[in-house]
């Protein structure tokens, strides 16, 4: 039954794990050859004379933990260069500062409840005005792109509505215009599943707190460019603003994309498993996920995505308090924000993650209170699906 109904994405090509294993490894670079890179933790460097060094200085402005890690995330995105931040959020304010006082940015209605928040209180502070718009609508934006617009913003798929935007779709319009940068956050595919800059983009970013590390221990972001104009003003702003990662998380998350082909594959599969699952259950109102074929942009997916990771949401029958009941009965599922990890998280966007929202644009949007998340993780999936159906009954059966 499963094999029968695997819908058909991009044919991912060879090379994925191989680059994620050794791209940026090389032993020859430390002293010893050791073949796992070693941590180095220095904050400062020893040179050489006045003006010569070995290219690192300040922990800061470089690391060798650091600037390896940003060799194999450049690699797994066939860009050239990536830089890795504190945070996502911190990816997020370094990008959106590539950008001046009296500058335009289109961006996605659908998104992350923290880039949402940044752009709404804290970069509109500095004269910097974000416009919301349905990007599943090309049109849409090159309907919002003004004379001062420099850079679109987009989340595909969207958090938390799984929308699926046509990155090369709105590539194309935005780019009539020159000087717009178009960004797409990819942290929900992570490049294993979906790589914006083969669709056109300038400018992938991910919150690698997720997918990337997949353990729900470090907290990091990373953007990945092959325009060498763009790499030179981010280092600039990775060094000036400073929000940059600890050599010991670099280490991690370095450590955990040596599986991020097997995790991503086993989350595809649990995730389809799951959704297959929750579309046939009576106390579901509708589920959201881009290999279904149900799901609006559906074709969509399976022409820009080599396949879909463990996140996607449903409608609850009822409304809040089948909800709350619904939480409290889940026992493999845990009660939590984020998403990416090896183990299964449920919450609720409308009080959780995307509380910072403002009510009537969460109205339009869908993030109802019957509106559940899931982070579907690597345990076994039929145990994933009896504790759905379990939590299900109990909250909705009467």
């Given at each position: ?5 695997e819908p ?8 994925f794990?191989?680059?994620a ?9 430390w ?17 050489f ?7 690192f200085v ?12 940003e ?5 797994l ?7 890795t931040?504190?945070?996502g959020?911190?990816?997020t304010?370094?990008?959106v ?5 009296g ?7 659908d998104?992350?409840g ?5 752009l709404?209180l ?10 919301f718009?349905?990007?599943?609508d090309?049109?849409a ?17 969207t958090?938390?509505?799984m929308?699926?935007v046509?990155?090369e ?6 780019h009539?215009?020159?000087?717009i ?52 003003r ?5 060094n ?5 990662p600890?050599p ?8 955990s ?8 594959e ?7 498993r ?17 290999a279904l074929?149900?799901?609006p942009?559906h ?18 029958k ?6 709350k ?5 889940l026992?493999?599922?845990t009660?939590?924000?984020?998403l990416?990890?090896y183990?299964?998280l ?7 993650t995307?509380?910072s929202?403002?009510?009537e ?12 998340r899931?982070?579907?993780g690597?345990?076994n ?7 759905l ?10």
């Amino acid at each position: 039954y499963f094999k029968m109904s695997e819908p058909q994405f991009k044919k991912q090509p060879k090379g994925f794990a191989t680059k994620a294993i050794h791209a940026g490894q090389e032993p020859e670079q430390w002293s010893g050859n050791p073949v796992i890179p070693p941590i180095t933790m220095s904050t400062t460097f020893k040179q050489f004379d006045l003006d010569n060094h070995k290219g690192f200085v300040y922990g800061r402005s470089g690391n060798p933990t650091r600037n390896m890690l940003e060799k194999c995330l450049a690699a797994l995105d066939d860009g050239k260069y990536c830089l890795t931040f504190a945070s996502g959020l911190g990816a997020t304010t370094t990008i959106v500062s590539l950008l001046n006082a009296g500058d335009h940015l289109v961006v996605t209605d659908d998104l992350y409840g923290g880039t949402s928040r940044y752009l709404r209180l804290v970069a509109n502070r500095m004269n910097i005005e974000a416009e919301f718009v349905d990007a599943t609508d090309a049109d849409a934006v090159a309907a919002a792109i003004k004379p001062n617009t420099k850079m679109v913003w987009l989340e595909t798929p969207t958090n938390p509505n799984m929308k699926v935007v046509d990155i090369e779709g709105v590539c194309k319009v935005v780019h009539k215009t020159p000087g717009i940068i178009v960004v797409v956050d990819n942290t929900f595919l992570s490049p294993y599943f979906q790589r914006p800059l083969e669709l056109g983009a300038d400018m992938v970013m991910y919150s690698v707190t997720k997918y990337l590390n997949g353990h729900s221990d470090i907290i990091m972001g990373a953007a990945i460019t092959s325009d060498d104009d763009l790499h030179q003003r981010l280092r600039f702003l990775q060094n000036s603003m400073g929000i940059v990662p600890s050599p010991f998380d670099c280490f991690q998350v370095n450590r955990s994309l040596k599986t991020l082909a097997l995790r991503m594959e086993q989350h595809h599969k649990s995730s389809l498993r799951v959704a297959q699952h929750l579309e046939k259950s009576p106390y579901v109102v509708k589920v959201l996920h881009p290999a279904l074929p149900s799901h609006p942009q559906h074709k969509l997916a399976l022409r820009q995505c080599y396949g879909h990771s463990g996140i996607m949401s449903f409608y609850i029958k009822g409304g809040i308090d089948e909800a709350k009941t619904f939480f409290k009965n889940l026992k493999v599922f845990t009660l939590a924000e984020s998403l990416g990890g090896y183990e299964s998280l449920a919450e609720l966007p409308s009080i959780m993650t995307h509380a910072s929202v403002p009510a009537e644009q969460k109205e339009k949007l869908g993030i109802s209170d019957s509106l559940i998340r899931l982070s579907v993780g690597l345990e076994n999936v039929e145990d994933l699906i009896e504790d759905l159906d379990n939590a299900l009954k109990a909250a909705v059966a009467k």
